[in-house]
């Protein structure tokens, strides 16, 4: 079976452009969850989709959005980049939304604002 | 909201000695989940094993065993005999019920020298 993939795997951009990451999960998992992991915050949780909603956000501005697609998979879209938004964007699938459900992560997208 | 702290940032053994990493965690949830995982160099965060709250028997799995401990909010990880395959970041995690979403500890980097 096929493990969550990530793509692209490194991404350079300048300051107020903007960029989309893109996240193809396990077959048959339903559940796609954003992170942003940078070495100052750690792991921080961005939003989730189940069944193409949005079913949870974490504490990030407005720049910062997803969707989801019927077949489950998954973009991130960030405008205005800001320097501080370099760092590594992981997704991660599980089979159903829910709290006891592992998650299972891709290798990430790296991205660097200059 | 939940919280998870791994005190420890750093680790550093020698091969074949038994190591044990700390978790300490926080919630008002009565129903929770509690995960470690392993990020190797490669950048993939790997599922290693779940708890939930109302399970606090030990678990061994090889050379891995975890020890929950509700009266101290306790969830740590020993490697016996570690391996230099085992130099990883190893994040200790936390899902609320109430919430869903999945919050990290900051990390421990152990590094395993042969």
Redesign the interface.
């Given at each position: 079976k096929a493990g969550v993939t990530q793509t692209p795997r490194y991404l350079i951009k300048t300051r107020g452009q903007q960029v989309t990451l893109s996240c193809s999960p396990i077959s048959g998992h339903r559940s796609v969850s954003w992170y942003q992991q940078t070495p100052g915050q750690g792991l921080q949780f961005l939003f989730e989709y189940f069944s193409e909603t949005q079913r949870n956000k974490g504490n990030f501005p407005g720049r910062f959005s997803g969707r989801q697609f019927s077949n489950s998979r998954s973009e991130m879209n960030v405008s205005t980049l800001e320097l501080g938004d370099s760092a590594l964007y992981l997704c991660a699938s599980s089979f159903r939304f829910g709290s006891d459900s592992p998650l299972h992560f891709g290798n990430g997208t790296r991205l660097t604002v200059t | 909201a939940q919280k998870v702290t791994q005190a420890q940032t750093e680790i550093s053994v020698v091969e074949k000695e038994d190591v044990t990493l700390d978790c300490v965690y926080e919630t008002r949830d009565t129903t929770?989940?509690l995960?470690w995982?392993k990020q190797p160099p490669?950048?993939?965060?790997?599922?290693l094993i779940?708890r939930?709250s109302f399970d606090e028997q030990n678990e061994i799995s090889g050379r891995y065993s975890w020890n929950f401990q509700k009266s101290t909010s306790s969830f740590n990880f020993t490697i016996t005999a570690s391996q230099v395959v085992d130099s990883a970041v190893y994040?200790c995690a936390l899902?609320?019920?109430s919430?869903?979403?999945?919050?990290?500890?900051?990390?421990t980097r152990l590094t395993v020298k042969p």
């Open positions: - | 929770y989940y995960f995982y490669s950048g993939e965060l790997v599922f779940r939930n994040f899902s609320e019920v919430n869903n979403d999945m919050r990290f500890g900051a990390g």
